[in-house]
């Protein structure tokens, strides 16, 4: 039951407590038509273990209920290169984590330990010298994860290391009327062909083995979340801002030679600016339609609270009232890894799409001396990259507030 929780695997749960349950009664009824009341011995123990099968199940049924109703299903995207299909990339590689490691995070929130990171020499992870006893019931309170690019991206897995693809610039010419026997206007599209390579993005820390024992298994548990969140703070950042082949990195969407820019205008027409992106977009060589902006939070909190010449908030709808996470009906994501003072406009289903050589793993070993000392490291990893077929689907928008407003209290 490893991965994100999904409503698929949820009915093939239900489905085999059902057949279970089924072959109860059926038992049942075959008792039933011989005319006898009570069971055998051997048909006695057969019932109390299917009973406690269908306990069991019950019990991991409810669990997994609660985590797809807490983490959702992503919705499917079409069909993909050949007879590949494509998902949101984050279904690609998904974050997840083991039966076993669930049910001890479960655990250790029943039970609410904390702990402080330390970092020590030889390199690894301690909770030991900073928890008194009196301190163990504190559940911790990190990590907390950013949006995840990937989630909102089109996908393809791949089995091979690079993914060569074409990028379609513009299309030159116009259809038109002609003469009988006339010759026929040419529609020219450039293509050229480019090359996606898998990028690996790793990172690794080390616990105590006395912590990963069982000491502390909630700090062990909140140790591999925090080096989740690091490996996806760095896949954000490739995916937004990446140098591409050249430099060995992922092909980003902000650093392609061809896609559409603009400037944006005084403070406090920053909105305008956003509808400006968006209608260049639609009226651009791919007539792409903006479903998704990109903003560092510090961005879009300058943005949201600006304020017309009476003092009213331009956003709508007022932050009094609701939440507003939109502009223009297009959804906003923000990542401390997008660059400041820029959004990224794009069409998500005609730019390109999220290429997963291999998902994020979590490997449990050792590395050096950390046998001989007692360290247990955990390292994470994934290989990823990205394709920009219709670059002029993107558009970056710049010379946007880079610092959020900010308020002094009165000391009065």
């Known amino acids: 039951m490893a991965g994100t929780p999904n409503s698929e695997f949820l009915h093939k749960l239900e489905a085999k407590r059902a057949n279970i349950r089924a072959a109860a009664e059926?038992?049942?009824?075959?008792?039933?038509?011989?005319?006898?009341?009570?069971?055998?011995?051997?048909?006695?123990?057969?019932?109390?273990?299917?009973?406690?099968?269908?306990?069991?199940?019950?019990?991991?049924?409810?669990?997994?209920?609660?985590?797809?109703?807490?983490?959702?299903?992503?919705?499917?995207?079409?069909?993909?290169?050949?007879?590949?299909?494509?998902?949101?990339?984050?279904?690609?590689?998904?974050?997840?984590?083991?039966?076993?490691?669930?049910?001890?995070?479960?655990?250790?929130?029943?039970?609410?330990?904390?702990?402080?990171?330390?970092?020590?020499?030889?390199?690894?992870?301690?909770?030991?010298?900073?928890?008194p006893p009196e301190l163990g019931p504190v559940l911790p309170v990190f990590p907390r994860h950013e949006d995840r690019l990937m989630d909102r991206l089109p996908g393809v897995g791949i089995d091979v290391p690079a993914l060569a693809y074409i990028e379609v610039v513009s299309t030159t010419g116009?259809?038109?009327?002609?003469?009988?026997?006339?010759?026929?206007?040419?529609?020219?599209?450039?293509?050229?062909?480019?090359?996606?390579?898998?990028?690996?993005?790793?990172?690794?820390?080390?616990?105590?083995?006395?912590?990963?024992?069982?000491?502390?298994p909630a700090f062990v548990t909140a140790v591999q979340g925090e080096l989740m969140r690091c490996i996806i703070d760095a896949e954000n950042l490739q995916l937004f801002a990446g140098t591409g082949e050249a430099n060995g990195h992922v092909n980003g969407l902000t650093t392609n030679a061809n896609i559409l820019t603009l400037a944006a205008g005084a403070l406090g027409e920053n909105y305008t600016d956003l509808s400006a992106g968006i209608a260049a977009l639609r009226n651009g060589p791919a007539l792409a339609t903006c479903d998704l902006i990109l903003m560092n939070p510090e961005t879009w909190a300058a943005i949201r609270v600006q304020k017309d010449s009476y003092g009213r908030f331009l956003s709508d709808p007022d932050p009094t009232r609701e939440q507003a996470n939109t502009v223009f009906g297009v959804d906003v994501l923000v990542s401390t890894q997008f660059t400041a003072g820029v959004a990224v406009l794009f069409d998500t289903q005609l730019y390109g799409r999220a290429v997963v050589r291999e998902p994020i793993v979590t490997r449990i070993g050792?590395?050096?001396?950390?046998?001989?000392?007692?360290?247990?490291?955990f390292l994470s990893e994934e290989r990823l990259t990205q394709t920009i077929e219709r670059p002029q689907a993107i558009l970056k928008l710049t010379g946007l507030p880079t610092t959020a407003p900010t308020a002094t209290a009165s000391t009065k």
């Open 26 to 131: 059926t038992m049942l009824q075959e008792v039933r038509s011989q005319g006898r009341d009570e069971l055998t011995i051997g048909e006695h123990q057969k019932l109390r273990h299917i009973l406690a099968d269908v306990n069991a199940l019950d019990g991991v049924i409810r669990e997994y209920r609660d985590d797809v109703g807490r983490i959702g299903d992503l919705p499917k995207l079409g069909l993909g290169l050949g007879n590949r299909s494509i998902n949101t990339a984050g279904r690609l590689s998904p974050l997840g984590y083991t039966d076993e490691q669930l049910r001890r995070a479960f655990d250790a929130i029943n039970r609410g330990e904390t702990a402080v990171l330390e970092k020590r020499d030889p390199g690894f992870t301690s909770a030991t010298p900073y928890i």
């Open 174 to 216: 116009t259809a038109t009327i002609v003469a009988e026997g006339a010759t026929k206007p040419e529609l020219l599209m450039p293509a050229d062909q480019k090359v996606a390579t898998a990028r690996k993005i790793a990172a690794h820390v080390g616990v105590s083995w006395e912590a990963y024992s069982g000491d502390y």
């Open 366 to 377: 050792f590395s050096g001396t950390d046998f001989v000392q007692n360290v247990v490291r």
